[in-house]
């Protein structure tokens, strides 16, 4: 139903940027919510940062709070994640994905295949 590609992961050294994208299918990307996760090696996946249908909501873990921006382009169907002072603990592979409704605190349930970013110390 909602198909989403991500793009711009990599490596960096830290206190690096990197700015990824995620590209969604769809007529109606405005109307869902769109977030940010990431899984690091041995960990589960958690919770990075979201963003409101609108675009006039956003919320972000603690630990990438102040480093990391979320942003949207509904005419282009993208949603993205500028990340700032890059750490070696961001290290992870990072996934897009789509809730089924415009609200910030909305589940997801449309997922991207990821895109591996390495921070080196």
């Known amino acids: 139903q909602v198909q989403l590609v991500e793009s711009g992961g990599g490596l960096v050294q830290a206190g690096g940027s990197l700015r990824l994208s995620c590209a969604a299918s769809?007529?109606?990307?405005?109307?869902?919510?769109m977030g940010w996760f990431r899984q690091a090696p041995g960990k589960e996946r958690e919770f990075a940062a979201a963003?409101?249908?609108?675009?006039?909501?956003?919320n972000y873990a603690d630990s990438v709070k102040g480093r990391f921006t979320i942003s949207r382009d509904n005419a282009k169907n993208t949603v993205y994640l500028q990340m700032n002072s890059l750490k070696p603990e961001d290290t992870a592979v990072y996934y897009c994905?789509?809730?089924?409704?415009?609200?910030?605190?909305?589940?997801?349930?449309?997922w991207g295949q990821g895109t591996q970013v390495t921070v080196s110390s």
């Open positions: 769809g007529r109606t990307f405005s109307s869902y919510a």
């Open positions: 994905a789509a809730a089924n409704r415009g609200a910030v605190n909305a589940r997801f349930y449309y």
């Open positions: 963003i409101s249908g609108s675009g006039g909501s956003t």
